[in-house]
């Protein structure tokens, strides 16, 4: 159907979705809701944070999990929370992030100190 497109690179293959495809707005709103993403950028705007990721295991015991990288120094760091009653929220520092065993999907990047910009899904 073309809504998700990909193309190879070396012995990889990179996927993207395609906007125009008349179904992108409908899977979008679906996807978001199914994520929780409105209830994470709540969470998100008041702490400093430098990505966040969607945490990926072969068999999670959950549902989902994204993974908040934060400054090395910060209180957050190391907390947990829940967005509903099955999407844990994982503050980490860039030191530990490297030394999780679960495949990470960057959801988007933003430079500290950008708070008062959302974060989108792309």
């Known amino acids: ?8 690179v070396q012995n990889r293959r990179y996927y993207h979705v395609n906007k125009d495809h008349y179904m992108y707005e409908g899977m979008n709103r679906l996807i978001r809701n199914y994520v929780q993403w409105e209830q994470m950028q709540e969470l998100l705007e008041e702490i400093e ?7 990926s295991e072969e068999q999670p015991s959950y549902g989902l999990e994204y993974i908040v990288e934060v400054k090395k120094d910060s209180q957050d760091a190391g907390k947990q929370v829940l ?8 503050f980490v520092t860039p030191d530990t992030k490297h030394t999780m065993e679960q495949t990470l999907v960057m959801v988007h990047r933003f430079g500290l100190g950008t708070t008062n910009v959302k974060p989108q899904v792309s």
């Open 49 to 55: 944070w430098q990505n966040v990721y969607m945490a």
């Open 83 to 90: 967005l509903g009653e099955s999407i844990k929220v994982t």
């Open 1 to 8: 159907m073309d809504l998700i497109t990909g193309r190879p």
